[in-house]
C-alpha cells in the first residue's frame, strides 16, 4: 500500500506567495462547498427570522424591511467576508471539503478580495441560485467563478496528497563541508519547499527554476554555519543541505531506537 502525507497549502508556498504546483480545485469540490454554505447561511437566516418573527410581525412594515434586509446582508454579504478574510480563504464547507481560495499569486487574500468575492456572490450564487457561479466555474479554464475573476482568486485543494518519492541525493562535491557544517532547525514549510523544489524543479519555466531555486537556496543559508567558501549553484546547495539532514535524522532515529532496545532489555 502506498504511503502518503498530506500537506497543507501553506507548507508549499514559498516565500510572498510564490507556490509550486498546487493543484486547482474541482468543479466538484467547488460546488459540494458551496452548497454546504449555502445550507448554513439559509438555516442561520431561518432561525434568527424565527426567532424574532413575533417582533417583525407586530412592527411597522418599515421598520420590519429595514430589520429583513439588515440580516440577509449580513449573512449573504458581512459574514462571508469576515469569514474569509480571517480564515485565510476557509469557510465551513472549504474546509470540509479541503479547500481554500487565494490570490492568483497563491497568496493569502485580503478583505478587498473577499468583500469583492461575497458581493458579486449575491448576484451569481443567491439570486441566480448558484447557476452562473455553476456554469462558469465549469466552463473557465481555471474552475473560476465571476466574483473570482472581478477579486483576482482561485481556490486551490488545501490538503495535497505527497507521495514519498526517493530520497535527495547528497552532491559529491559537497559531502565533505555538509558532514562538518551546523545545520539549524530548518522550519518544516521551508524544508518541504525545497523538497518539493528539487522533485519538480523539470517541469518548471527556466525563468520560474533560477528565481525559486535562488529564493530557496538564500532561505536556507539562515540556518546552516558556516557557508562553503565558494557557493554552489543554488539546487546543488539545496540537495546538500536537504541530503545531510535527511542523513543526521536517520542517524538519530537508529540511535534512539539501539537505546530504546537497550532499555526494554534492561
Known sequence: METQNHLVADDIIVGEGVALDVPKASPVQRISAALIDAFITVLLISAVFYTFSNYLLF??????RTISISVIVF??????TLIET???????????MGTRVVRTDHGAISFRHAFTRAMIGV???????GSIAAVSVFFSKHGLR?????????????????????????????EAWASSADIGSIPTPTA???????LRK??????????????????????????????????VFISAILAERSRRATQRA?????????????
Open 146 to 174: 465571476v466574483g473570482d475573476f472581478a477579486a483576482g482568486t482561485l481556490v486551490i485543494v488545501d490538503r495535497i496528497p505527497l507521495r514519498l518519492t526517493q530520497p535527495i541525493l547528497m552532491p559529491k562535491e559537497m
Open 86 to 96: 480571517l480564515s485565510k480563504g476557509k469557510s465551513v464547507g472549504r474546509f470540509i
Open 75 to 80: 449573512f449573504l454579504v458581512v459574514m462571508p
Open 192 to 198: 518541504l519547499s525545497a523538497r518539493q523544489f528539487l
Open 123 to 129: 448576484i451569481e450564487i443567491w439570486l441566480s441560485a
Open 59 to 64: 412592527s411597522n412594515a418599515a421598520i420590519a
Open 202 to 235: 523539470d517541469t518548471l519555466a527556466p525563468a520560474s527554476r533560477q528565481e525559486i531555486g535562488l529564493q530557496l537556496a538564500q532561505q536556507l543559508q539562515e540556518f546552516v554555519y558556516p557557508l562553503p567558501a565558494q557557493m554552489p549553484h543554488p539546487e
Open 254 to 266: 537508529l540511535a534512539n531506537q539501539k537505546i530504546a532496545r537497550t532499555l526494554l532489555r534492561q
